[in-house]
């Protein structure tokens, strides 16, 4: 085979272990996870992400992958899968956008720029949908589902209905508002035994930086991992992180997640940080 394959090639076929009787049938593996089992983390991480030379920023090329023939939204069959085409302009999220946002408002909400569109529905939110109150949780529901739906037709080849998608994200929202009628936004149950609350985040004062952080321990193997995330005091991401960090216990893992954070801030030159943390013994062995 040398005169048809170069010698690395060669090298590699020769490399290979035959198959052995007992050891089962050959069976498929993931090959970008270490131990070859699929995830969601790793498939993400094997998309490539493009650039645009147009405005609308950028689209992820499903082409190279084989899962695609073309950039063309596979919805609508009218346009190319532009980050603007999924959340608003595609006829199937359109239709949901209509149902909540103001009449008045709709020439303003289809025309801003992408960018531009995401603040203003993110941050300044007044009077643009009929759900003044939870215009934000409405909003972000909505782009949650649009994303969830294409991702059913694309892979799954399941087109349901917008109404339905509609229909089941306005039915959230006012779940949502129903608790906060009844509970007056921070009990969820007024049971002895149930202490759960609606948390929300709270900017920190002018000049200052909020670093949340937490750990979380696997109970089957032990395994932790850290996060967080520093916003200003505009809710602007200044940094986040996530880091796996092996075998620890969940007091050390917290620990951890304290430090890092902190750490991470002092290197970026952040001074005024306001510490947000879960654990009330960590608390106070930093403390």
Request: glycine letters at 6%; a neutral charge; charged letters at 20%.
């Amino acid at each position: 085979m040398d005169q048809w394959l170069p010698q690395d090639t060669m090298e590699k076929l020769a490399a290979i272990k035959p198959h052995r009787s007992g050891e089962g049938p050959d069976i498929p593996r993931w090959r970008w996870e270490k131990y070859n089992d699929f995830s969601v983390r790793s498939a993400y991480k094997t998309i490539h992400v493009v650039c645009l030379p147009s405005t609308d920023h950028d689209y992820v090329v499903r082409v190279p992958h084989h899962l695609s023939t073309g950039d063309v939204c596979p919805l609508c069959n009218r346009a190319s899968e532009t980050v603007e085409h999924v959340l608003r302009s595609c006829p199937r999220a359109r239709r949901g956008w209509e149902t909540i946002v103001r009449r008045e408002k709709l020439h303003i909400f289809f025309s801003l720029p992408i960018t531009e569109w995401l603040q203003q529905c993110t941050f300044n939110a007044a009077s643009i949908g009929y759900n003044d109150v939870l215009w934000a949780t409405h909003f972000s529901i909505f782009c949650w589902l649009i994303r969830k739906q294409r991702y059913a037709a694309v892979f799954s080849q399941n087109t349901s209905q917008s109404q339905v998608w509609i229909e089941y994200g306005n039915q959230l929202v006012e779940l949502i508002s129903d608790v906060q009628r009844s509970n007056n936004g921070i009990r969820l149950d007024n049971s002895d035994t149930d202490n759960r609350c609606l948390a929300a985040w709270h900017p920190p004062s002018i000049g200052w930086v909020k670093a949340n952080c937490d750990g979380a321990v696997n109970p089957r193997n032990d395994k932790a991992t850290v996060g967080g995330v520093i916003r200003d005091e505009n809710g602007v991401r200044k940094f986040g992180f996530t880091l796996s960090i092996g075998r620890c216990s969940i007091l050390v893992t917290e620990l951890w997640a304290m430090h890092d954070i902190l750490h991470h801030a002092w290197h970026i030159g952040l001074r005024n940080v306001e510490l947000v943390t879960d654990n009330l013994e960590a608390f106070k062995i930093i403390k």
